[in-house]
């Protein structure tokens, strides 16, 4: 195996909510992505079958690459957490497959089946991950229109989005065809239940794990269909399945229908306790989010994990979700905020940052689920040389920019950083490096209201 293999282009993919197919959810589009069209568009399942995209020249050119120990361009973040000293989803992704699997011989005789075909794979996939559309419930801060539909109608915070510095929207992008794509109804790719059970899921027999995400995959009807029909075909019960979900939505019958298959996990989207919690994923309530842990708890057919997005609003409070976790035995993996970098914990005081790493650590070192989970610790160690790598940008930009998001939410929301994370906004008041101002951008005050914070 070379230093740059990686196993997901022979046996995966990635379709994201706006139906553009990449590597894996990690795979960067930036700068320049190389799997595209002949035209260097990016291939997205509103224009094109999936089939065309799994053995076009772009895909069979990065298999190639790969065995050949060439960097891809997308595999930058497998790269970076490598450098680190991390682990990376390339490492676990070989491992898993190419190692533990018990079709891991079958998966090494098809790359080198593939190889003599031109890097052609006439398999089907073995592990899909696909994110049927935006719909959500939920307007977290730091996530984006493309993957909610209550941000993509919030005004104010799609206003940052197109104005922020972040990429433009893509959803917006597809939304704003008139075409349609290659389909005559003009409704977007993903409301095409049929053709996308059928390009997606139409060798089953291959299928090996299925990872549904959104949007909020318990509030979509296309996931629903994607289960039902797992179900129905008997598929199920060689899949292990997994969802990206908020956790605040319950949808008795989809699982209810869980039990049928091998095995399924509920990865949560919960990054802090209670008032911080509710601050980040708006407007979701904690006592909701607690009841539901518990009712997935009960059901013996559920493994349960806890995949907080660590930034810098939950940095400090990370070691108190942790131990809630610990206490009720459930493990968790914790993913470092990159983008936007103005809530990532570069955007915080540097004495902040550093007492949220020392708390981390001491936390880690007395982890009574870390010998158990290993990519419990993994995920801790990458996300610590996160914590104290240099700042991606000059501090005082990345504060002027959270300051001033942060007020424009808190006002349009009713919300209050120095109430929901107490801890940061005293270290705020008291960094000698930036100081807080009540300035508002795309949020108009209210005649005789208080400053934001
Ligand atoms: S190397 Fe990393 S980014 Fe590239 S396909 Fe594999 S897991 Fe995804």
New binding site residues.
């Given amino acids: 195996m070379t230093h740059t293999f990686?196993v997901?282009?022979w046996i995966h993919s990635h379709v994201g909510p706006s139906g553009l197919v990449s590597?894996?959810c990690?795979?960067s589009a930036e700068p320049r992505p190389e799997l595209v069209d002949e035209r260097g568009r990016r291939p997205n399942l509103q224009d094109v079958a999936f089939g065309e995209v799994w053995n076009s020249d772009a895909m069979r050119e990065i298999r190639r690459k790969l065995l050949a120990g060439e960097r891809?361009r997308?595999?930058s973040?497998?790269y970076h957490k490598e450098a680190v000293g991390g682990s990376?989803?390339?490492k676990q992704?070989n491992g898993e497959w190419l190692v533990q699997h018990p079709r891991a011989a079958e998966l090494r005789a098809r790359i080198e089946r593939a190889e003599a075909r031109g890097h052609r794979v006439e398999e089907g996939l073995t592990y899909l991950d696909v994110r049927p559309g935006n719909a959500c419930n939920l307007g977290c801060r730091m996530c984006g229109g493309m993957a909610s539909s209550f941000l993509a109608k919030d005004a104010v915070h799609a206003t940052w989005e197109l104005h922020g510095g972040a990429p433009v929207d893509e959803l917006r992008v597809v939304a704003t065809r008139r075409d349609g794509g290659r389909f005559a109804s003009g409704k977007p790719w993903h409301r095409h239940e049929a053709e996308l059970i059928e390009e997606l899921l139409g060798r089953p027999e291959n299928l090996d794990k299925v990872y549904l995400a959104g949007g909020e995959p318990l509030f979509n009807g296309t996931v629903a269909a994607i289960v039902e029909h797992l179900v129905d075909c008997g598929a199920a019960r060689h899949v292990d399945l997994s969802f990206s979900t908020n956790l605040t939505v319950w949808n008795e019958e989809l699982i209810g229908s869980l039990e049928a298959f091998r095995s399924v996990v509920f990865l949560a989207s919960i990054d802090a306790e209670g008032a911080t919690y509710e601050y980040l994923r708006y407007p979701a309530g904690w006592d909701t989010v607690v009841d539901h842990v518990e009712r997935l708890r009960a059901l013996p057919f559920v493994h349960l994990e806890l995949t907080p997005t660590v930034q810098n609003a939950n940095a400090l409070d990370l070691a108190r979700l942790l131990r809630f976790a610990e206490l009720i035995d459930v493990p968790y993996s914790l993913a470092t905020l990159y983008e936007p970098t103005h809530l990532s914990v570069h955007a915080m005081p540097a004495a902040a940052r550093e007492e949220a790493a020392t708390r981390l650590e001491w936390f880690m070192a007395r982890s009574r689920l870390a010998e158990h989970y290993e990519y419990l610790v993994d995920s801790a160690k990458v996300l610590l040389a996160d914590m104290r790598q240099p700042s991606p940008a000059p501090y005082r930009e990345l504060m002027r920019t959270f300051n001033l998001f942060t007020n424009d939410l808190d006002a349009d929301r009713g919300q209050s950083l120095a109430a929901s994370c107490p801890e940061l906004w005293q270290y705020i008041r008291e960094d000698p490096d930036y100081t807080w101002t009540d300035e508002r951008v795309y949020a108009p005050r209210a005649q005789g209201a208080e400053p934001a914070a």
Wanted: charged share 10%.
């Fill in positions: 990686c997901y282009p590597l894996c990690f795979a891809v997308e595999c973040h497998c990376s989803p390339r992704a």
